[in-house]
T-cell receptor
């Protein structure tokens, strides 16, 4: 079974600064997908960024980028130029290569607070 | 484009009762998944439906069931409610899972 670990329960960053959230995972699969989701107080989970394990290039979406280290099974999220609207819970998630048994396995989340 | 719609937003039920939650996916999305979110257990997968067939099931007791209709709308049912079933139930839909899921805002179920 796959497991996802987020070792930082809470983090704080000042507006306009950069912050990195950590995520490690354990799997015997070679092909899989990794995701970062954001859950603000509105409760809706919002997809921030995704990474395909067979792609070596790190994914980037505007101010969000990842550092994907497949051998180390690490998938960290970097948020640049932090904004107050980035305040939320952030969840790292793993999914095996799509098949009938695919599902998202989530970490325990990191609560990010962006301050003035 | 409408998002994933879950109804109701909040629900209070008594132990022993049963409850039905509804989820309308994004138009064109045939895959619908359900997750339970609690402070203690985090986010746990309940089940996934695709074209009216259950494609995958999580490790939950048989009191938890679901179904999907021909228009891709899905319902989940919990029978004989227990206090521990109090949680946020999230529905997610996808056109192709490899691109991720779109989640609804959830139904907050409180069992008293």
């Amino acid at each position: 079974a796959q497991t996802v670990t987020q070792s930082q329960p809470e983090m704080s960053v000042q507006e306009a600064e950069t912050v990195t959230l950590s995520c490690t995972y354990d799997t015997s699969e070679n092909n899989y997908y990794l995701f970062w989701y954001k859950q603000p107080p509105s409760r809706q989970m919002i997809l921030v960024i995704r990474q395909e394990a067979y792609k070596q290039q790190n994914a980037t979406e505007n101010r969000f980028s990842v550092n994907f280290q497949k051998a180390a099974k690490s998938f960290s999220l970097k948020i640049s130029d932090s904004q107050l609207g980035d305040t939320a819970m952030y969840f790292c998630a793993f999914m095996k290569q799509a098949g009938t048994a695919s599902k998202l396995t989530f970490g325990t989340g990191t609560r990010l607070q962006v301050t003035l | 484009k409408a998002g994933v719609t879950q109804t109701p937003r909040y629900l209070i039920k008594t132990r022993g009762q049963q409850v039905t939650l509804s989820c309308s996916p994004i138009s064109g999305h045939r895959s619908v998944s359900w997750y339970q979110q609690t402070p203690g257990q985090g986010l746990q997968f309940l089940f996934e439906y695709f074209s009216e067939t259950q494609r995958n099931k999580g490790n939950f007791p048989g009191r938890f069931s679901g179904r999907q209709f021909s228009n891709s709308r899905s319902e989940m049912n919990v029978s004989t409610l227990e206090l521990g079933d109090s949680a946020l139930y999230l529905c997610a839909s996808s056109y192709d899972r490899i691109y991720g899921y779109t989640f609804g805002s959830g139904t907050r179920l409180t069992v008293v």
